[in-house]
């Protein structure tokens, strides 16, 4: 993991270096289903690795959700089934907060002020939304093109120092760190909001689909087999790796000839991961041989490592109202932090008191 930014000391931090820690953490996921090795990899199983070194607020964003259509019925289970994630990789529920973003209103509350602070032309240039909407976008919801002044609010109302992020999510922390440098010159509050760093993540952040090597991993795929879903037993796992694409010849002998063999990277960069390993080394160890042999130890390694996971998420889901009080009891908690910089927000623009 390492920290990217090259900006100047920030002021914020001097709270938590004073307890120890790092800074204050704010990361979500939607509650959209389905989740898969891409999900784990490039975020979940992070979040356990934080929390010992910051202060950690984790959401499940089914505000963000809700910018497509969703069934209301399994959104709240798939709500309930992000949270089971986070648990079940390893964060503490206690220690560090698991919430829901609609459990929080000043999440809205926020993002309608950074609505009046963003600039029309910031929100069009984002690539995500350019994507999702397609050559459809007059039919579009407004939330989805307005979701990134929601994310700047998820963020800034805890006045989050840091922001793990995979590649494709960087340009949304950019705008949320122009909101907050905006507001706080529009309103002559300078450092009201910090300019939130971002952690990158090594290897493996962007797993690519088992079928393509030059596609994304996504739960939205309609191949099953493109993706290892953590919810896959030991035989569902196995029979996915020995079917995922690769070329005919051997393993690759070095990291810039994988990197010329998108299916054979991709595979190469899942065992690193996986394994907490240099892609390089794993390309040591393996080049020159044949698939079947790097496939059956990957397999092992995949095995070992998501086998307890899914298990314990399996077991979680099964008692959703354990779930939910954890949910709700993170809430009450967030809320206890996100209140106050509201309040200091609504002084901040001339909102009376209410």
């Known amino acids: 993991m390492s920290d990217v930014s090259t900006a100047a000391p920030n002021p914020h931090l001097a709270q938590y270096e004073a307890r120890g820690l790092k800074g204050r953490i704010l990361s979500g996921v939607q509650p959209t289903g389905n989740l898969h090795l891409g999900n784990y990899l490039g975020a979940i199983r992070n979040f356990a690795r934080l929390q010992d070194d910051y202060e950690c607020l984790y959401c499940v964003v089914d505000q963000h959700a809700i910018t497509v259509p969703q069934d209301p019925k399994l959104l709240a289970a798939q709500t309930r089934e992000i949270a089971s994630a986070f ?30 602070v963003a600039r029309m032309g910031w929100m069009s240039r984002m690539t995500q939304f350019k994507e999702k909407a397609g050559k459809d976008r007059e039919n579009v919801s407004l939330g989805l093109f307005a979701y990134p002044a929601l994310m700047a609010a998820d963020i800034l109302i805890y006045k989050a120092t840091h922001v793990p992020v995979g590649e494709d999510q960087k340009q949304h922390l950019e705008l949320t760190r122009d909101i907050a440098i905006k507001f706080n010159n529009d309103f002559a509050a300078p450092d009201f909001f910090p300019v939130t760093e971002p952690l990158i993540f090594g290897e493996a952040t962007r797993v690519m ?103 314990e998420m399996q077991r979680l889901m099964k008692d959703p109202a354990h779930v939910d009080g954890i949910l709700r009891d993170g809430a009450a908690r967030a809320r206890a932090i996100a209140d106050p910089i509201l309040a200091d927000v609504y002084r901040t623009v001339g909102f009376l008191k209410p």
Not at 89 to 110: C, E, R, T, Y
Not at 284 to 302: C, D, H, I, P
Request: glycine content about 6%; proline content about 5%.
């Open 87 to 116: 648990l079940a990789a390893g964060v503490d529920g206690k220690k560090q907060i698991i919430f829901n973003q609609s459990m929080v209103p000043a999440h809205a509350q926020l993002a309608w002020v950074f609505n009046c």
């Open 209 to 311: 689909s088992l079928r393509d090597g030059t596609k994304k991993m996504s739960k939205s795929d309609p191949s099953d087999q493109s993706r290892i879903n953590l919810t896959d037993d030991a035989d569902a796992i196995a029979m996915k790796i020995r079917r995922a694409k690769t070329d005919p010849l051997p393993m690759p002998e070095t990291v810039e000839d994988a990197e010329k063999r998108p299916d054979a990277d991709n595979l190469l960069g899942i065992f690193a991961a996986l394994a907490d390993r240099e892609k390089a080394d794993v390309v040591r160890e393996f080049a020159g041989q044949q698939f079947s042999a790097f496939k059956a130890a990957l397999t092992e390694v995949a095995v070992a490592k998501l086998g307890p996971v899914g298990a």
